[in-house]
């Protein structure tokens, strides 16, 4: 004999599926890399740190507030600066921070100083993507 109450659909918490961008994700997390260097060196900088799968940095100009005799005891002499941005993933923070340090020490008037803060969260899976360089979560729009 066949139950005569109907099979209720069974719902889960949430109801939506997952899309399938959201199991392409990397689960690195992303941090905000700070880097400031003299504002000559700003564009080089920048292109060096995109090559470390960085896609949106910020170029803001400074200006040191450091009293002349202090700059030139610490053998500075300019006080404008570049203060750079980015977006780097996780994973790529110690080689990018470590060739940062590199470039501080060999390149002519490249030094600069350059940490990282961490970010604590994201809204939305298309912007995850973009910022943590994951092409196969970003569609483009037809």
Known sequence: MENPVAEKPKWKRGGRKKSDNASNLTTSRLK??????????????????QSFDVNMQMLCFGRGT?????????GLADPEKTVIFS?????????A?????EK???????????????MSSIIGVAIFGFLSNNHSTVKEEK
């Open 32 to 49: 905000l890399l700070v880097t400031i260097v003299d504002r000559s060196k700003g564009e080089f900088y920048a292109d060096f740190i």
């Open 66 to 74: 450091a009293k002349a005799e202090m700059l030139s005891y610490l």
């Open 87 to 95: 977006v780097i993933r996780e994973d790529k923070i110690a080689d």
């Open 97 to 101: 921070l470590a060739a940062l340090s």
């Open 104 to 118: 501080f020490e060999t390149i002519k008037k490249g030094k600069g100083i350059a940490f990282t803060v961490p």
